[in-house]
């Protein structure tokens, strides 16, 4: 249903954004990839979904600027890209923060400007953006994360009102911990942050907040991406949707 849209994901090269990727393309869409990674496996993956990829640095506004200028028009916008920081308030790198916020923050802002007057030409768009359960509540040692998460949810809910009669949705997709290399690789920060053990960290942090003490999988993130890109979704707008095995529930 999706033959004849373009659809960026930004941070599609791993992970959560590879999903989203994979599903839109299974729909028929065009699709744009970003993020990095080794040059063969991004080769690969054009070759698999028939894409265009764009390296560009999302932490900078030039590097947005860049990837929307080559990306070109897009119908379907995935502000998906994203990174972590375990520390506590009072250790956390300055650089850190700022790359944080504009990574999974100031990103989504100037990717949806760029695409926007598009959209609106043709009268149609959908821009969902990944979030996470820490748009909704907080962890201790995630400061930036947070901070930023619960900005973009605020950032979502806004661009929705904006483009609410001009066909265009956007929607926000929370989920809690996902078996992805972003969450593998903050085990060991979080592993001296709280002086625990691997396991430790798996069951007593990232597992215990999530009650059906399994991992989110990418791919159940991304069914309800494809979903929000139906036309049945049209009145779905300003959501943010929990898919954290119950967290927020709590
Ligand atoms: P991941 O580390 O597997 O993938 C991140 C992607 O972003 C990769 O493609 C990477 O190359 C790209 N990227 C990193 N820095 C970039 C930059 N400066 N410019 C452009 N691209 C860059 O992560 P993931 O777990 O798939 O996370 C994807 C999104 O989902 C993030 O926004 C993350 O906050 C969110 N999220 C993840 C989880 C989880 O448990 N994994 C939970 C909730 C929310």
Redesign the pocket.
């Known amino acids: 249903f999706l033959s004849g849209k373009r659809a960026l994901v930004?941070?599609?090269?791993?992970?959560?954004?590879?999903?989203i990727a994979r599903a839109l393309h299974a729909e028929g869409a065009e699709v744009v990839?970003?993020?990095?990674?080794p040059e063969a496996e991004i080769a690969a993956l054009c070759v698999e979904l028939g894409a265009q990829h764009v390296?560009?640095?999302?932490?900078t506004t030039v590097?947005v600027e860049e990837?929307m200028a080559k990306a070109g028009p897009v119908d379907v916008l995935v502000?998906?890209?994203?990174?972590?920081h375990v520390s506590p308030v009072e250790d956390f790198p300055p650089e850190k923060w700022d790359?944080i916020i504009?990574?999974?923050l100031s990103?989504a802002f100037h990717t949806a400007r760029l695409a926007v007057p598009h959209m609106k030409a043709q009268g149609w768009g959908r821009i969902i953006?990944?979030?996470?359960?820490?748009s909704k509540a907080a962890s201790p040692f995630k400061s930036a994360?947070v901070a930023?998460?619960h900005g973009?949810a605020g950032l979502t809910k806004t661009l929705a009102l904006e483009l609410a009669e001009h066909g265009i949705t956007a929607n926000a997709?929370?989920?809690?911990?996902?078996?992805?290399?972003?969450?593998e690789?903050q085990i060991p920060d979080t592993m001296a942050a709280r002086n625990m053990t691997r396991e430790q960290v798996m069951n007593d942090v990232?597992l215990a907040g999530q009650p059906t003490k399994k991992?989110?999988q990418?791919e159940e993130?991304a069914a309800l991406a494809v979903f929000l890109c139906r036309n049945e979704a049209q009145n779905i707008t300003g959501a943010n949707y929990s898919i954290?095995g119950g967290w927020t529930a709590k």
């Open positions: 930004t941070g599609s090269t791993s992970g959560i954004g590879l999903a990839l970003n993020g990095f990674g390296g560009a640095d999302l932490t590097g990837l502000n998906n890209a994203g990174m972590q790359m504009a990574l999974n990103a953006c990944t979030a996470s359960a820490h994360y930023a998460k973009i997709i929370s989920p809690g911990y996902v078996w992805t290399p972003l969450v690789n990232l991992f989110v990418p993130v954290d």
